[in-house]
């Protein structure tokens, strides 16, 4: 089983940045595809990006140009870093990870944008 433990959250002003980081118990290279979803209240949860163990990136419409997804094979970490930030990306932010015999998901951490 992948352990999956976010950091990084917080509360910043509209146009500002976070990054956030998801560190995995395992090596990402035995990962198929880790990514981050965010889910805001009374939403459903809802992708962000996706970064494959093959290097292919997806972004959701609504981040392109703003965010940046990106993994440190090393350190077993994925990154999401977030510039220009609105008040609706104001949620919980999610780390997923995806293998052939599961989907793992960390505990959240809650990003505010707001001023």
């Known amino acids: 089983q992948v352990q999956l433990v976010e950091s990084g959250g917080g509360a910043v002003q509209p146009g500002g940045s976070l990054r956030l980081s998801c560190a995995a118990s395992e090596s990402i290279f035995s990962i198929n595809v880790m990514g981050w979803y965010r889910q805001a209240p009374g939403k459903e949860r809802e992708l962000v990006a996706i970064?494959?163990?093959?290097?292919?990136?997806n972004y959701a419409d609504f981040v392109k140009g703003r965010f940046t997804i990106s993994r440190d094979n090393a350190k077993n970490t994925v990154y999401l870093q977030m510039n220009s930030l609105k008040p609706e990306d104001t949620a919980v932010y999610y780390c997923?990870?995806?293998?052939?015999?599961?989907?793992?998901w960390g505990q959240g951490t809650q990003v505010t944008v707001s001023s």
């Open positions: 997923n990870a995806m293998k052939a015999i599961g989907v793992y």
């Open positions: 970064i494959t163990s093959g290097g292919t990136i």
